[in-house]
DNA sequence: ACTGTATTTCAAATAATGTTGAAACACCAT
DNA sequence: ATGGTGTTTCAACATTATTTGAAATACAGT
């Protein structure tokens, strides 16, 4: 399919590292193969910008250890309301938790992509190191 | 320490199902008490701000492979130097990759920690189910 | 239907992040 | 020193994310 794999490297001088070890790895169109495709990246950089933010961190955190209504997340996070709501919503809309009504209330909980990116190496309770 | 654990959920009506795990837990104290403290969290929200872009992943996934002069990763990512610059000093700000200067080239590569975020579920190559 | 509580939506203001092209810097070879 | 290549920096601009307070929705009890 690709008819000139180590030729392309040959157009643009490299390091002797570099070349040597990009030309084990079949060249600039052999690394390319090996990277995800480009759906499965924009996939990926929207759960993380869905974490990056400390409230919305603490959220995942706080339904890590059980389902909870809005308003007791609003008592941890001590914030308005329309500002949680924001949050809520950004999370929810990635895919990482989820809301049921119950009565009054919203009980969210975490959905098995937010679960397993709740578990995860830095999130474990209090400092980590 | 926590002289009043129970008490402080008896102050705001909650949905009974919440209320009974919310009890098992140690009340909102000791939820509290199960959270990352903020430090942690504003930590790891910059990582995952690091990583919330498609360009960024791509670079990472690539290093993942094997350490790259900046020219290479601009010809896999075909973008201006200037835009590529700043995404690598996004993720060498985060302390996810580092530059070693060879030359005129500079060498990227991932750091432990950036080996350690890029080596994880749905970051394999290609799609992932 | 009416009231009260829980939660969301909206639009306007503010803040943060990403993009662009030109200019600067660093390094090697001459 | 000069010139060429690889890479970064800068400032202006464009885009996107977050915060805010007010108004809207949804539900339960009366």
Redesign the pocket.
Known sequence: MTEDRKDRDAS??L?PDVEESLCRSGGIAGLVEQLPDDAALTRESTVH?AL??P??LKILAMLSVQPL????I?AVLA????????????L?TAGLIA?D?Q??????RLTEDGAMWAARPGNGPRQEG
Chains 1, 2 share one sequence.
Do not use: E, M, T
């Not at 914030?79 to 950004?90: E, T």
């Open positions: 643009l001088p390091p910008r990056a933010d409230f919305r209504c809005v308003c007791v609003k914030i308005a309301d329309s500002k949680l709501s924001y949050h809520l919503s950004v929810k809301g009504q009565g009054n209330w919203i009980i969210y």
